[in-house]
Each structure stands twice: as C-alpha cells, then as structure tokens.
C-alpha cells in the first residue's frame, strides 16, 4: 500500500532479502516488480494459482448469473489490530472503509435489477468485526447474494459481468485472467494509484465515477 498522505515511498525491507532462485508469479507485471526488489531473476509466469481444482481451458464454462460480483477482505476485531500494528499505522480493511466500500458499490443503481453477490475469502470467525458481519447479513436480507467461500473462484467468477475488488486483493488477477471487467475500488481514497498494476485492471478512488464505469 502507497498512501496519498505518506511522506516515505519505498517497497517493504522484507522482500529485499528474499533469497530464491525461482519465483513463479501470476503475471508479467508481478515479475517484473520482484525483479527490481528482489534478487531473484528467474521469474515464471504462471495461470492463477487457487486451493482448488480448475478446469484446464481457460474459458470457464458458465452463464453470467451476477451482474456484480464484489470480493472484499472481511475487517478483523479492533483488538488484534491493536496487538499486532502500532497505534500509528493506518489499518486500510477497517470496519468503516469496508462498509463504504459495499454501500458505494451497493448504491449502483440501473432501470432493470442488477444483482449483486459477494463472496469472502474465507468464513467469519472469532477474529471478525461483528458490526461488519451483522452489516453484511442485512445488505442479504435486501437481496445481497453470498456465495460460499469454499466455492470454486473460477467458477464463480465466470458467472459475472463485473469484478469489484477491494485493493489490493487477488481474485482482481483471477478476473483479469478470464477477461474480466474488473476494478479496484478504493472506497477511502486513501492509496495513490499504483505503477505497478495490470493494464487490464482499473484502479477507482471515487464514488461517481466507479457507477459510470460500472454502467457502461
């Protein structure tokens, strides 16, 4: 993460001692920046790489059944991220730049009914902000898909039109790779926008402009 209001740019010390031979990566732009900030030189780009079986040809068979399909990273409990960031450090999947994220997204409106569907990255638990999941379970009272976790992610995302990601998760490289119409949408408008992203994948700040791309 690049924030606007940060005074220090520079990658994470940590990938700079990275000592690997070979590095298989999902797509030429991730090579390209583990090259410039890590010794390893031998890169190879590979599909996506997911926990589950996939077909072997790219064109996932499956009618589009969601008009939106959002992959978010569910916040976790105020206190663990007090136990494991200082009080200084900007946690970006808080609570409140989620619940904008989905209403920003769920505000999306068109003449015919557009239907929408989120799938998490794993079940909540414990760890879990509870607000976000009592928030969550109300957008499905109001007609919200939720599709299982531990369903395919191929699968799913080839039943979608369009692919809205919260930054910087993975699955915006899962649509991509399926031609995708997907977007990273920066709720907070906190990030600046990054060099290093796929051309394919857009990068959103604003509210108005994520429902003008979405409409098209």
Excluded at 45 to 59: A, C, G, L, T, W
Excluded at 68 to 83: A, C, G
């Amino acid at each position: 993460f690049e924030y606007k209001e940060s005074v220090v740019r520079g990658e994470h010390p940590a990938y700079s001692r990275l000592k690997v031979d070979t590095s298989w990566v999902w797509n030429t732009e991730q090579g390209n920046w583990i090259k410039a900030n890590t010794e390893c030189k031998d890169l190879q780009v590979v599909r996506p790489i997911i926990y589950s079986e996939i077909n072997s040809n790219k064109d996932v068979s499956g009618k589009a059944q969601f008009d939106i399909l959002i992959f978010d990273v569910t916040p976790v409990v105020s206190s663990w991220i007090v136990e494991h960031y200082s009080e200084k450090f900007y946690y970006y999947y808080q609570f409140g730049n989620l619940e904008q994220f989905m209403n920003d997204i769920l505000e999306f409106r068109r003449p015919q009914k557009t239907v929408f569907a989120i799938k998490h990255k794993r079940d909540h638990s414990w760890l879990h902000d509870k607000r976000y999941i009592d928030f969550i379970a109300a957008k499905e009272k109001l007609g919200l898909e939720i599709v299982s976790p531990k369903q395919n992610a191929f699968e799913v995302v080839s039943q979608a039109k369009v692919v809205i990601v919260t930054p910087y998760s993975s699955p915006a490289y899962l649509a991509a790779f399926l031609n995708k119409p997907v977007i990273y949408y920066d709720a907070a408008a906190v990030l600046e926008r990054p060099t290093w992203l796929s051309e394919n994948i857009e990068f959103i700040n604003s509210r108005d402009e994520l429902h003008r791309r979405i409409a098209e």
